[in-house]
Nanobody
Framework: QVQLVESGGGSVQAGGSLRLSCAASGNTYNRYCMAWFRQAPGKEREGVARILTGSSNTDVADSVKGRFTISQDNAKNTLYLQMNNLKPEDTAMYYC????????????????WGQGTQVTVSS
């Protein structure tokens, strides 16, 4: 079992930056595929970025490539999403998710989910 708690959301103007954090607890000594997803009202959930913990194996969705970066601090069991040059269309609830390896892709069926943190970008 893994527990995930997101933080760092907020309201920013277009062009601004935010860094989301996802603190993991529980069975964190195993390697996991961890990812960020987002969901805007009336839209389907979208995979944003994923990383295989303990490695540099990452992937970022085309819609945020060049603006968002996923990273990890293994010592703190924390996942990050650095979001730069934010746009109004980035407005959504952002969720952290984890899934046991070996497969690590954004279309994994993730087993563990956080409660989400809201990001609102105004124009």
């Amino acid at each position: 079992q893994v527990q995930l708690v997101e933080s760092g959301g907020g309201s920013v103007q277009a062009g601004g930056s935010l860094r989301l954090s996802c603190a993991a607890s529980g069975n964190t000594y195993n390697r996991y595929c961890m990812a960020w997803f987002r969901q805007a009202p009336g839209k389907e959930r979208e995979g944003v970025a994923r990383i295989l913990t303990g490695s540099s194996n990452t992937d970022v969705a085309d819609s945020v490539k060049g603006r968002f970066t996923i990273s990890q601090d293994n010592a703190k069991n924390t996942l990050y999403l650095q979001m730069n040059n934010l746009k109004p269309e980035d407005t959504a609830m952002y969720y952290c998710a984890a899934d046991p390896p070996p497969r690590c892709r954004l279309d994994n069926k993730y087993d563990y989910w956080g409660q989400g943190t809201q990001v609102t970008v105004s124009s």
